[in-house]
C-alpha cells in the first residue's frame, strides 16, 4: 500500500472519530471530503504519459515477486 494510500485512510478515520464528539457537523465532513478528493485531483493533473507511467509502476508491485 503506497504512503498516500495510507494518508488517506488515517484521514477518513479521523473524519469518522470526529463524528462521534461534540464539535461541528461541517468539521469533519470537510476532512472527509478532502482525504477523499485530494488524491483524485492530484491524479486527474496528470498527464496521460505519466499516468501511464504510474499504471506500469503499479502492475509490477506484485505480492510474492
Known sequence: M???MKYGIAGVIIALILLALPIPLYV?????VLAIAIP???????DPSQRRRLRRARGRKQLGG
Do not use: K
Open 40 to 46: 483524485a485531483i492530484a491524479y486527474a493533473m496528470l
Open 28 to 32: 469533519p465532513l470537510i476532512l472527509l
Open 2 to 4: 503506497s504512503p498516500h
